[in-house]
């Protein structure tokens, strides 16, 4: 039995792993790219945007709302966030369901630190609803995040 549970936990893990592509606009200008608006998605999909965001050379602007998968660029060394943007966590869950699968939770919870680690391990992972915070409670919890000062409105 305890080998069919983890093979359930497993092909429903993997189904959030390979399910909806990520949602966002991006915009390249010279040696920015800026995300707009991202509600996430494919937790394996952003991993290896992130990933290849991260090798562009370029900075990387998070802007608008950034929610669920999206969350795990914030912490890329390259990164900034907006400073009017909100955040959003919440359980990583199969497509259309309210199942939460194992291990998603972990790999995202890798690209956290600080306080967003903590909080994020202490039930965010586990909610299913959104928990939403300013670009400057992101910062608090975070101090290692860069907001992006060129977006100040001055």
């Known amino acids: 039995m305890k080998r069919n549970i983890t093979s359930l936990g497993l092909i429903a893990a993997t189904s959030v792993l390979i399910g909806l592509a990520p949602a966002g606009s991006f915009a390249a200008s010279g040696n920015t790219i800026d995300v707009w608006n991202d509600s996430g998605g494919n937790v394996l999909q952003m991993t290896q945007r992130r990933e290849s965001l991260a090798k562009s050379g370029k900075r990387v602007r998070i802007r608008g709302y950034c929610r669920s998968a999206c969350t795990m ?11 009017y943007a909100k955040v959003g966590f919440h359980a990583p869950r199969i497509p259309n369901t309210s199942i939460i699968p194992p291990y998603v939770d972990q790999i995202m919870g890798n690209f956290y630190r600080n306080g967003i680690r903590d909080r994020w391990f202490g039930g965010w992972n586990r909610s299913l609803e959104m928990q939403v915070i300013s670009a400057r409670e992101y910062v608090r919890l975070d101090p290692q995040t860069r907001l992006c000062d060129e977006l100040r409105r001055k």
């Open 73 to 83: 660029l914030i912490t890329m060394p390259n990164a900034c966030l907006g400073p």
